[in-house]
């Protein structure tokens, strides 16, 4: 079955500074790649996503990449602010009834 | 936030209790998934329903059943619990044209005493 996996654990970047995500995932019939922010104590946020068909897709200060070749997809934030502190998920589904299938997450801090 | 609302949203059980959540869906969303996550861990898919049928389920025991009902609401069912069931239980909907697409409720946290 699928397999993702999310590096690094932790991250802590300095306030304006960006903050670069990585996931890999193992099935390549995967075609749908979502991010997800979770803060403490509450529900998992859609932030991006992005389907197989397309190389990069970008929303104000955030962005993900997918390598379909080398099956692995990234999120970058820039100019990070405090409140993109949080538990960042990456994701991957496929098929007829696309159950995500998580990475381990990424705690995300953001140094004044 | 999302439409998606869950209750009760803390709920404390002892070993080999049985427990319901419920899940209420998007306006229009038809398609109900079941999630579980552990302290510090990523959500593990348990189930979908579509249309009040099972779509597809996880690595998890046949103890965790579920329900769709004709408003697409949604009810998870954990006979005989174990303290691993101690965990934040999410419910996510999503359109049936943009079926990739699952918005998140809030969440029911467990505790297996």
């Known amino acids: 079955g699928e397999n993702v996996e999310q590096h690094p654990s932790t991250l802590s970047v300095q306030e304006g500074d960006s903050a670069v995500i990585k996931c890999t995932y193992s099935?390549?019939?995967?075609?749908?790649f979502p991010w997800y922010k979770q803060e403490l104590g509450k529900r998992p946020q859609l932030i991006i996503d992005?389907?197989?068909n397309v190389g990069e897709k970008k929303d104000q200060r955030i962005a993900v990449t997918l390598n379909k070749t080398a099956k692995h997809f990234s999120l970058h934030i820039t100019e990070t602010q405090p409140e993109d502190s949080a538990v960042y998920f990456c994701a991957a589904s496929k098929g007829s009834n696309y159950q995500l299938i998580w990475g381990a997450g990424t705690k995300l801090i953001i140094k004044p | 936030e999302t439409g998606v609302t869950q209750s009760p949203t803390h709920l404390i059980k002892t070993r080999g209790q049985q427990v319901t959540l419920r899940c209420s869906s998007q306006s229009g969303h038809n398609t109900v998934s079941w999630y579980q996550q552990a302290l510090g861990q990523g959500p593990q898919f348990i189930f979908q329903?579509?249309?009040?049928?099972?779509?597809g389920r996880g690595n998890f025991p046949p103890r965790f059943s579920g329900l769709q009902f004709p408003n697409y609401s949604s009810e998870l069912n954990v006979n005989a619990l174990e303290l691993d069931d101690s965990a934040l239980y999410l419910c996510?909907?999503?359109?049936?044209?943009?079926?990739?697409?699952?918005?998140f409720g809030p969440g029911t946290r467990l505790l297996v005493l």
């Open positions: 996510a909907s999503s359109l049936e044209q943009r079926q990739e697409t699952q918005y």
């Open positions: 329903y579509y249309r009040e049928e099972e779509n």
């Open positions: 992005i389907r197989s």
């Open positions: 099935d390549s019939a995967s075609n749908y």
